[in-house]
Nanobody, 124 residues
């Protein structure tokens, strides 16, 4: 079992920045890939960014590429999502997830464990 806890969400104006954190615990040796997803009101959960623990390979959704940066601190089992140049369209609940694969999938149903989510609201 892997436990994931997100934090760092909040209210920010368009153009501003937020840094989300995800703390992983439990059987983290099986969690080869960490991902960030988001769910906007009335929409399905959407892939945002992913990173592999060992090599730090990254993948981003086109909608956030160049604005968001995913990183990890493997020694502390922490994953971060630095979000810059935020837009109102980024408003969503952001979730941390993990899967047993070094392939960074964009499909939410291929992830095994999920955090509780943290709300990000971007005002115009």
């Amino acid at each position: 079992q892997v436990q994931l806890v997100e934090s760092g969400g909040g209210l920010v104006q368009a153009g501003g920045s937020l840094r989300l954190s995800c703390a992983a615990s439990g059987r983290t040796f099986t969690s080869y890939t960490m991902g960030w997803f988001r769910r906007a009101p009335g929409k399905e959960r959407e892939f945002v960014a992913g990173i592999t623990w060992r090599l730090g390979r990254t993948r981003y959704a086109d909608s956030v590429k160049g604005r968001f940066t995913i990183s990890r601190d493997a020694a502390r089992n922490m994953v971060y999502l630095q979000m810059n140049s935020l837009k109102p369209e980024d408003t969503a609940v952001y979730y941390c997830a993990t899967r047993l694969s070094v392939v960074i999938s964009s499909a939410s149903n291929e992830y095994d464990y999920w955090g509780q989510g943290t709300q990000v609201t971007v005002s115009s």
